[in-house]
């Protein structure tokens, strides 16, 4: 065939997919804000995608504090800036890694659990017996879980800040010998609100792509078990990538001016 063809099937198929993508993100975004809403199920996503995502957020924060903290230090001592460490510890766990750690960690455990749970409902007819049963799937389906991802995940990440904060107040302190009243008020002297809510922002937008893609694969699914098993790969995979490339743009929105 054609090289030109291939490449033009290719991009139309991407486009296709992106229609298709929107066209769902719409939907979901709609029926998350207008009743019914299933209170019990936005409860209960909330505990698997929030409590129970806790510990690996809190444990990939804190180690990546502690390796933050030592990284830093041996390239600073180099030029005798040992006492920026606080500072970068702080700003760049609240600004960028507490925010994209936590994302991609619920992206490879919630994307995939969605992607999975949702794509076995589609392939055993499930979701079509929902609609028999005049039950609308976007409503008791896939909102609870958009909404419950976009509104938890920047709870977890404040988690995550305060365990890698912690982890690099621990390596500083314990490790390297830093004065603990030193690191403690070198790191709130440079600490400005947008820094936090930047990277809460940034939580939401993730939460949402996290579970919008979960949802998307796993709706769309079909051809069995196969079928199921390529939704979940690559619910985690676009949700990896699409994390990446929203937090460049939105750090560049933030940050840009300064």
């Excluded at 909330?46 to 502690?66: C, E, H, K, N, R």
């Excluded at 800036?81 to 760049?92: F, G, H, N, Q």
Aim: hydrophobic fraction near 50%; charged fraction near 10%; glycine fraction near 10%.
């Amino acid at each position: 065939m054609n090289p030109l063809a291939l490449i033009g099937r290719a991009f139309l198929e991407f486009l296709a997919t992106v229609g298709s993508l929107a066209r769902f993100a719409m939907r979901a975004v709609k029926h998350s804000f207008t009743p019914p809403v299933y209170i019990r199920q936005v409860a209960k996503q909330f505990v698997d995608i929030g409590y129970y995502s806790l510990p690996v957020v809190g444990l990939t924060a804190f180690f990546t504090g502690m390796v933050l903290a030592l990284q830093s230090h041996t390239g600073f001592s180099r030029f005798d800036a040992e006492s920026a460490i606080p500072t970068v510890v702080v700003l760049s766990m609240t600004r960028e890694l507490g925010p994209v750690m936590a994302g991609l960690m619920v992206a490879g455990r919630i994307g995939a659990a969605i992607a999975a749970e949702l794509g076995t409902m589609r392939v055993t007819e499930q979701i079509d017996a929902l609609t028999t049963l005049s039950t609308n799937p976007y409503k008791y389906l896939i909102a609870p879980r958009v909404l419950a991802g976009t509104l938890v995940l920047p709870l977890l990440v404040l988690v995550a800040d305060i365990a890698g904060v912690f982890g690099g107040f621990l390596v500083c302190v314990y490790d390297l010998r830093f004065n603990a009243a030193n690191y403690i008020s070198q790191s709130w002297e440079y600490l400005e609100t947008r820094d936090v809510t930047s990277g809460l922002w940034k939580a939401a937008v993730f939460g949402f792509i996290v579970t919008l893609m979960g949802c998307y694969q796993g709706f769309n699914s079909k051809g069995g078990a196969q079928g199921v098993g390529k939704a979940t790969t690559n619910a985690v995979v676009a949700a990896s990538i699409l994390i990446l490339i929203t937090d460049y743009l939105m750090t560049g929105l933030f940050f840009s001016g300064k």
